[in-house]
Nanobody, 121 residues
């Protein structure tokens, strides 16, 4: 079993910053891609940023230049530094990891429960 736990959400004024973290634990052989997604009220969940390996990153256009994704492979963790936050960044942020639980086994997607980010104008 694999668990993902997000932390670092909260309420901030527009222009402020937050740093989200996600810790992956359980039966882990290896982790490939790690991603952040978000879901605003009434909207579908959308991809925000992803990282493969140590430093191959990509971002949604809406956050490019403001958000930075990073990972700590030794701790099986991924972070999302969010700067210059806007009210439209409000939503529940979910961590997602592509995990192999045993040598030669399949890779599966796992999700955290989400952490709320609220940006006030």
């Amino acid at each position: 079993q694999v668990q993902l736990v997000e932390s670092g959400g909260g309420m901030v004024q527009a222009g402020g910053s937050l740093r989200l973290s996600c810790a992956v634990s359980g039966s882990i052989f290896s982790i490939n891609a790690m991603r952040w997604h978000r879901q605003a009220p009434g909207n579908q969940r959308e991809w925000v940023a992803g990282i493969i390996g140590r430093n191959i990153t990509n971002y949604a256009d809406s956050v490019k230049g403001r958000f930075t994704i990073s990972r700590d492979n030794a701790k099986n963790a991924v972070h999302l530094q969010m700067n210059t936050l806007k009210p439209e960044d409000t939503g529940v942020y979910y961590c997602n990891a592509h995990v192999r639980t045993s040598a030669g086994g399949w890779m599966d997607d796992y999700w955290g429960q989400g952490t709320q980010v609220t940006v006030s104008s």
